[in-house]
């Protein structure tokens, strides 16, 4: 899915469940909220927040709130999001790889799921719940008692015991565009390879001190990162020694607030020892016209090259057989 036509904004207030108030270059605009919930931490006074325009020029709220930030993340507030992300990624298989029908919106007994799922094994139902409470890096839900919320998993619960199979989806921010190359090389990884017994694969989100733990375990350290400011097309993919992308605004800097060089200071006043470099990718537009959920098209292309030389610099220093 695709976002068209974003403005960023401030946000001022919010009415009711419905609409906000926003800032939008410097005149007040109504906009329509896309998700019914509190949302208390994330539309704040002054929080930034992204507008799509809307489509029917005759609409009485011509824009959308569609995300927000809190602090470097960029959370996705629409609440209808979620299901067209898991529609469609299920109807490639990347659920039930042997999948022949999908249908939304199913009714059994009592409970509408958002989704039935079938493979040669048989129906499946789904739950996707969108997530959008973040505390201290995790992701938590539900935000408010939700009664309906309870429904469902009780619905799915009479549905396993019945012999069905059921899922609960929790959609966390994706909307991450390139700034996600970590994680998108990733979930590559998992997917494709076996992961050798002396290889441990993490998916941190930004890098966090938590990290030092494994400092002191490991006697490699890889990370891979979204960097910007080399000057070098979309996709361009880097390896750095620690030192190279230091403490810095300018070419070579990681877009994430802890960079590898303050892990290993961090860990070297507490005595670990560890060598570690970064495998970097040069992003795309870090403020485009369009949001998507993943990675922009240049980076996107460039991503098994990524994934390739992950392996590769793994397998060259020792990593077991893949």
Not at 99 to 106: D, G, I, K, Q, S
Request: net charge negative; glycine share 8%.
């Amino acid at each position: 899915m695709v976002y068209r036509k974003i403005l960023p904004g401030v946000f001022l207030a919010r009415p009711n469940r419905f609409v906000a108030h926003v800032e939008l270059e410097g005149e007040l605009v109504v906009c329509h909220v896309k998700n019914t919930g509190r949302c208390r931490e994330l539309l704040t006074p002054s929080a930034t927040v992204y507008l799509e325009r809307a489509e029917n020029p005759a609409r009485k709220t011509p824009y959308d709130l569609i995300a927000v930030e809190k602090g470097d993340l960029l959370i996705n507030m629409d609440a209808q999001a979620p299901n067209k992300v898991f529609g469609e990624w299920a109807a490639a298989g990347r659920f039930l790889p042997g999948l022949t029908a999908l249908r939304p919106e199913f009714t059994w007994e009592d409970s509408r799921f958002d989704f039935r799922l079938e493979d040669s094994l048989g129906p499946c139902f789904v739950e996707v719940k969108g997530v959008t409470l973040e505390q201290d890096g995790l992701a938590l839900f539900p935000d408010a008692p939700t009664e309906r919320g309870v429904k469902h998993l009780r619905g799915l619960r009479r549905a396993v015991e019945q012999g069905y199979r059921a899922a609960v989806f929790f959609v966390g921010n994706r909307l991450m565009l390139d700034d996600g190359v970590g994680p998108a090389a990733y979930d590559e990884i998992v997917a494709a390879y076996d992961i050798p017994d002396n290889v441990t694969l993490l998916d941190v989100g930004c890098m966090a001190l938590d990290m030092l733990s494994y400092v002191d375990r490991c006697d490699l350290i890889l990370t891979v990162d979204a960097v910007d400011g080399t000057g070098d097309a979309p996709g361009t993919v880097y390896r750095f020694e620690p030192e190279a992308m230091a403490r810095h605004s300018g070419p070579e800097a990681s877009l994430h607030d802890l960079k590898l060089v303050d892990l290993f200071d961090a860990a070297s006043l507490m005595g670990y020892e560890a060598e570690g470099y970064c495998l970097g990718m040069q992003v795309g537009n870090p403020s485009p016209e369009q949001f998507c959920v993943g990675l922009t098209p240049e980076c996107a292309a460039a991503l098994p090259l990524l994934v390739e030389t992950v392996v590769a610099e793994l397998s060259r220093r020792g990593a077991s057989r893949w």
